[in-house]
């Protein structure tokens, strides 16, 4: 297979479910066909996944690249790692439109959900195979983004989504932006936007610190940690199939793929464990907690993810190859029984009409076929032998038991208490399910689960078996190369076993089931007690109700403040800042001065403008102070032979004094008079004179750059030759620099309606006011 | 309060205003113009008529009002820096074409069609903000 086809289906990869998902949501008809478009899309994707695999592809493929020199390239890194988690992706979406079909039926909500979720599929799997940095933030947002819009599917029925999407969008999107800055930084810093061409040659320690704490809070608030944690469960009011890929494999799991792909370029700084370990431990032990006084066996379910979310952070964030390897095991692992297990909830939910503990119970009899195959999916959550669950909790041990200081004690801590959470809550959605008598008469009367239901998670509870026993092969085709693939290196370990004979990680898991249980058996059915902590909704509500007084307070303040006190602003904000920036202006290089009598002149006019500006006291006098100062310096430049500034400079002019002399008519009679206070007279000389100096020292230490001599000379050469034209100034606009011109017209256009826009609003207001006290 | 000289002057001064404005934008390319300061002359060319004319007469004979001409421009600046993405360059990036041999030859530059966005941009926008402020100012006057 030559590199064109390999490039080609790696674009298929993202392109097909997006092409998919976008003639689904265009389309006025076709709820029907929505399930077929949905399965073939997400089989086609994989279809891909699985032939460059076949290929053995490994290379960065470029396929464009937006600008030379600018940082935006759309390509694909495709390896073994990036490809495994690509099928894991396509794969479970495969199942999750099969199992959407048979939950939302033929009808245009589904419809719209299945597009929707292959536009989400499609970034997801773009996410994961990108190389550029910066096309690989877009499609982060771009999951976001959808995410919103699925999270507000039911819409219709329930009036929480939309708040629970907004917390959700507002929580990762307000991460991602420090992490957009540790994205520039990183690139900018090392001069490559590339993963792989980071991950060949990492940037020094202190660069590589710099970076993570600027990329953390995006990988904390996207993979939930505490404590921005809590659009998760909220998250829930989305159907259940979004859920169950949501999170399972696909939008939680985007921060644990970017902290496995960063690894090998930030993972040598400290930072690393010292913010991973003890954020992963306080999410793994809250989120255990909290799952155990969940009624709602679908905010059960999500509090668990939070926790198993916290153990895959600390587990990466131990920071060793090995801890790299079980992290990514883990992965897979719980993304494989956790779509087993929100889609075995649908199934419930539609069989007993309830998702409530207190009203479940006894479904074992009447759904023998679900209880067996949670039963096997709950068994891998829990880290049971023999299922992969299982497996990966015991690589997990068995890395930390190699560790010693203090950091590793905590990660310890909380994987093990994490651990014993984890089976106590798995026996609690388990037993409180399908044992014991139905608690309700939905209960009671459960329909049987039907095939389509029963398929998609049947099938996640088959590979979650076959995984665990057949460890060796696991091992040997998917995770070593795929660690390897990851870290740049392979690792010479010993294999993957269901059964390496007594030793410490086996004791310790016995241990922690046994723990477990019996905190369950303990408990029974009562809920943990939760309500004594500010829930996250409300801190995040306080957090919004703060903001906007805040703005409310600052633009109270502002609106009616004098025209002065914006000018202040402004230039304090704006232009002593880049004073500093602009280093020593005393140590310019003396020029001699000459003098000219032309100059001479203008120079006598430029100060005749001034004394008129000064001294006279009709606003309109002042204003011709100030033009006349405008053409001497048009004359000036003139002086300095260039032509295109004093046309420039004349017809600005011009249009400034027709400025004033209508806001000057704005103003008449509005102005309360001249300020006789000395004080605030002396305040305005002062600032006036401060600025003034500002600027002269600005212009001055601008000239005291050294320009680099050849500059003028390459344009003189290029503009005929690559441009085309001999005025070097309009080249420069329209060619050499047209991206910074193109963006100072969008200023002309949106400075020119936003006055516009201010003055006909005012209008108006005043218009409804008069019309109002009419009316009284 | 329309003055009859200042009609006459604009009637006079209006038309050559405008023709200046479109010799800088063409000639720009090669001496001293460009799109800026064509606009800037429309800019002024516009102000000059509807202060002589009357608010009313200057949008009744424009027909468009001038933000559109800016939302225009806008337009234009944004699909020079389009479409040479769509046909596999940088964007901006400028072509040239010489059509004719040399005694009679036209030179084609897609950079005058950006600097015509500038210039419609840059013309329309300060047009309609003055006019906004003439508008009010009118409204004062009327309620004072």
Redesign the interface.
Known sequence: MNEAVQMGLATSVVALPAIAGLLLLSSRSGDRAARTVGLLASLAASGAVAALMEAGADDVFDVWE???GLFFRVSWRVDFATLCLCALVSGIGTLVFHFSGAYFGATAKGRSAIGTLLIFEASMLGLILSDDLFLLFTFWELTGLCSFFLITTDADQRDDTFAAAQQALVVTVGGALPMLIGFIFLSVSTGTSSLAALAASPPPLAIQTVALALILPGIVSKSAQVPLHFWLPGAMAAPTPISAYLHSATLVKAGIILLLYLFPIVGASALWSAVLIPLGTATCLWGAYRALGQDDIKLLMAWSTVSQLGLMVITAGLGTDLAIRAATLYVFAHAIFKAGLFMSIGGIDHAAHTRNLSQLGGLGRRAPALAMLVGLLAGSMAGLPPFVGFLSKELILKKLLMADPFLHDLAAIGIVLGSVGTVAYTSRFYFGIFTGKPRSPGAAQAAPVGWNFLFAPALLAVLSLAGGLGAVFVDRFMLEPVTAALLGYSLAVPELRIWHGINTPLVLSTGIVTLGYSIHRLLGRRPLPTGFLPTGPQLFEAFLSAAQKTGGAINRALAGAPPAVYLALALVLGFYPALVLLGPIFSMPSTPWTWSAAGLLILALLGVGLMLLLSLQSKIGRILGLTTVGFAVALLYGQLSA??L???QL??E??TT??FL??V??M??REPGESKSSGLNFLRWTFAFGVGFASVALVLSVHSLQSDGRLPDYYFEAAPQI?????L???T???FR??D??VE??V??L???G??GV??G??WLTRTRADRNESM | MKSFLLQELTRLILPFSLLMAVS?LIK??????????AG??V??AG?LSFTAYGLESFQNGLRVPP?KF??L??LM??C??LVP?LLGQ???T?A?AHLGADPISV?L?S?LF??I??AL??G???A??????????Q??KED?
Not at chain 2, 28 to 37: A, I, N, Q, W
């Open positions: 937006m600008a030379p032509p295109d004093v046309l420039t017809l600005v011009v249009l027709v400025f209508l806001a008519r704005f008449v009679g441009a085309q034209g001999l005025n100034v309009n080249v606009l329209v060619d047209a991206l011109t193109l017209s969008l002309v256009i400075a020119c309606m006055v516009a003055l006909t005012r209008e | 800088l720009g390319h090669d001496l001293p113009g460009g799109g800026f300061v800037l002359a800019a002024v102000i933000e800016a939302l421009g806008g600046i944004l020079s820096l993405l940088a964007p901006l400028q040239h030179e530059h950079a950006f600097d966005g500038v941009c840059v329309g926008g300060l309609s903000a003055a006019q906004a402020i003439w508008a009010t100012t409204t004062e004072m």
